[in-house]
Structures are given as C-alpha cells and as structure tokens.
C-alpha cells in the first residue's frame, strides 16, 4: 500500500463524501483511496482547526500538504485571508479542487509541490497537519525551510500525536523556534512555533 505523500497512478480511485460544520458553516468534502482519513475528518485535524479558529487569523496562509484541503478550505471560507494549498500527492490536489468548487470558494490558489520546491513567497500563517510518516529527518528539514517562508512575526500551527514523539518534537523544535503548546486531547498536541 502506498502512502497518501506519493502518487500512486495504480491505485484505485472511489470517492467518499462527507459534510462537517464548523462555527455554525456546512462544509462538503469529497475523500478518496490514497489520501489522509479519507471519508471523514480525522481527530488531530479536527483539534488544529477547533484551535486556529479561534486565532486572529490574517494576511496570508499556507496549508502545508493540505490532502483534500479541509484546513485550506475551511480557514479560507472563516476567516478574512488569502489561503494557498499545497500536496505532493496529484489525487489529493484533484480532491482540494473539487472541493473548492463545492465550498463556493475563490481566494485561495493551489500548488503541487513537494514541501517548499515550488513554494516562493512568504506568509503570515502556516498551518498543517504534517506527513509524520516521511520520517524524522525529512519532517525536520521541512519545518526548518518553513521559517524561511515565514513573514516577521508569523506562526505555524500543527498537530502531532504523543505517540509520534511529541515530547521529542517540542524538546527539539524549541532549538528553532519560540514553542507553545496549545491544546492537548487525547494524545494529540497542537503546537504554535513562531521564529526567534
């Protein structure tokens, strides 16, 4: 079985619908094999987004490896910014714009790219539910390159599971950034890093 970071042309494609509302807004999503909790929001994503809505979210926004764009779509529809998505994964960008199509949306912008590689500007958030699964070291260089796409005083807002090594994560991301931790449920810890 592949993974929801790469492209996989060979698997086979049956495509899932939810809806969720959020501060009192219906939003529409459809899901697919080979992409991240498809068929549903997962829990951690769920948190992130109860948390950052609550934020002064402004100015420009990145949702970092946005899947089927359920971050991106639903900060954008929420909060007066201009939101850019982006995803290795060619399925899941397929997904993102049907789903801004669904969502009624048009300020935002979607982007392949592999991390940063075809990411030029800076922003003022960037908000992410990261591939834990790419490995220690490749997550790590992600999120060190993210600082240089971050505006002076800007943020990014992730989630990450206890059992995923957040206790490590925070221990070594505090090298880097100024870290906060902002909620905690059921394992998961959601995170705010803004540059020193």
Do not use: W
Request: with cysteine.
């Amino acid at each position: 079985m592949g993974h929801y970071f790469i492209n996989d042309d060979n698997l086979k494609s049956e495509i899932k619908e939810f809806k969720i509302n959020f501060f009192n807004t219906l939003f529409n999503f459809k899901t697919d094999n080979g992409v991240f909790s498809k068929g549903e929001l997962d829990y951690g994503t769920y948190l992130l987004l109860k948390n950052v809505l609550t934020k002064d979210i402004f100015g420009k926004v990145l949702d970092l490896g946005c899947g089927y764009g359920s971050i991106g779509i639903i900060v954008a529809k929420l909060k007066n910014c201009l939101v850019t998505m982006s995803d290795i994964n060619n399925r899941a960008l397929h997904l993102t714009n049907l789903n801004i199509k669904d969502n009624k949306l048009e300020n935002v912008e979607v982007l392949n790219s592999d991390g940063f590689s075809n990411i030029s500007k800076k922003f003022n958030f960037i908000i992410t539910n990261p591939p834990i699964r790419v490995g220690k070291e490749k997550l790590y260089s992600l999120l060190k390159e993210a600082k240089l796409h971050l505006e002076t005083n800007g943020l990014i807002y992730l989630v990450i599971r206890k059992e995923q090594g957040a206790k490590s994560f925070i221990r070594d991301m505090s090298l880097i950034y100024q870290v906060e931790v902002i909620d905690k449920s059921k394992g998961f810890y959601i995170i705010s890093l803004k540059c020193c």
